[in-house]
């Protein structure tokens, strides 16, 4: 390690990464050793074994060394990425620190990440590989382009046998974004039919983007702009699920020069547009809701209701009944069509302590004429005492 303006540059050279020295557990004239380097290297003198440690030339492998270096050596880096005063490094890098033997303690307090000037570290995830004795530390977001950052290990780390490794940090510098981000309206694909009423719009895009918006993925129909949610899958992947596809109708997808990556850059090529068409609607309603929840007792003056995905025809004393013991009870029957809501409610107060038989049968159906379910669905309704 060297030290430059406050910071300590990691060294990677063979003559500092890999060492010998007398070890007290091991046999006159045997040395313990570290582990050789990524490709067999070992410091001056010494040489890379079959065992994968640095001996010294010449002389008898070590035995009884449980720690590499022996118990008093501390452990070190052998390998950074990105490099100490790296510049034009990307936005969404992901640190790496290749230790040259297993260690202990690494997480996002001793192995941190930090904008120049900036205490607060950025925040990241930090995950610790023992097989490959390295550590990874990947911001949660993209780095700031042209910034000088400082990632820093403290000597919380420790190797088996508690020896710390030395504090360090190192600096870089991330690349200047010119380039812009592209993309494209994954599903459904460009010109697709018979799209189900029930598809959801997956648009993807080669690096994270921001100014996502329902005005900047936009779709539209006969009607105008589609309603629906926005949600991201990863940080390049973006996806809208629509409250509503009419069946037989073609839809456009816009994505407009709004969305940019972090840099600024706007979409390449914007508007980037697609066009699909929805097939016959043959997608069964789901309920989403039930008051009460299933098997959950309720007052006798109670009323049921049930909230399906979408608009439901077809409501009548016929479709949806309230038994008890096979016997119809007294119920009068309403529908919200605006909230999807279906309403029962007892013309006389419930008997306490009994159980009930709430069913709809497959004469309820949605506006395309799907039954919620092909049989009669049924559920049992107890009261309290």
Not at 189 to 195: D, K, M, Y
Not at 212 to 227: D, E, H, K
């Given at each position: 390690m060297s030290s430059r303006a406050g910071v300590l540059a990691l060294v990677v050279s063979a003559s500092t990464l890999v060492g010998c020295g007398p070890h007290d557990g091991a046999a006159a004239g045997e040395v313990c050793g570290f582990r050789c380097g990524p490709d067999g290297e070992c410091a001056s003198g010494f040489v890379c074994y079959p065992d994968r440690r640095c001996h010294r030339e010449g002389s008898p492998l070590a035995r009884g060394c449980t720690i590499d270096g022996g118990p008093d050596v501390a452990p070190s880096i052998i390998a950074s990425v990105p490099d100490d005063r790296a510049t034009e490094v990307p936005t969404n890098i992901t640190l790496s620190l290749m230790f040259s033997e297993p260690v202990q303690g690494v997480s996002d307090s001793t192995f941190a990440l930090r904008r120049r000037g900036v205490f607060d570290?950025?925040?990241a995830t930090v995950r610790y590989d023992d097989a490959e004795r390295t550590a990874r530390l990947h911001p949660v977001e993209p780095l700031a382009e042209n910034t000088s950052y400082i990632a820093t290990i403290e000597p919380?780390?420790?190797?088996?046998?508690g020896n710390p490794i030395a504090g360090l940090s190192w600096e870089f510098t991330t690349v200047h974004d010119v380039a812009p981000p592209t993309g494209m309206i994954a599903t459904p694909?460009?010109?697709?039919?018979?799209?189900g009423v029930d598809a959801k719009i997956l648009a993807a895009f080669s690096e994270p983007v921001t100014g996502?918006?329902?005005?900047?993925?936009?779709?539209?129909?006969?009607?105008?702009?589609?309603?629906g949610t926005l949600g991201f899958i990863t940080q390049t992947a973006m996806r809208f699920t629509?409250?509503?596809l009419a069946p037989d109708t073609t839809y456009t997808v816009t994505l407009t020069s709004a969305i940019s990556d972090f840099a600024g850059n706007p979409l390449a090529g914007a508007p980037v547009t697609s066009t699909f068409t929805t097939g016959p609607d043959t997608v069964p309603p789901r309920i989403e809701t039930t008051i009460p929840w299933l098997g959950e007792p309720i007052p006798t003056s109670s009323i049921v209701e049930v909230h399906f995905?979408?608009?439901m025809r077809g409501l009548s004393p016929d479709s949806v009944t309230l038994d008890r013991d096979g016997e119809s009870v007294s119920a009068t029957l309403t529908y919200q069509n605006g909230t999807k809501w279906i309403r029962l409610s007892p013309d006389v107060p419930l008997e306490p302590s009994t159980t009930y038989s709430f069913r709809i049968?497959?004469?309820l159906t949605d506006e395309a004429g799907n039954p919620a379910s092909p049989g009669v669905l049924s559920w049992t309704i107890t009261t309290q005492p």
């Open positions: 570290p950025i925040a919380k780390v420790v190797d088996a046998g694909p460009n010109g697709a039919t018979s799209v996502i918006t329902l005005s900047s993925l936009l779709v539209t129909g006969p009607n105008g702009p589609v309603a629509p409250t509503a995905s979408e608009s049968f497959p004469d």
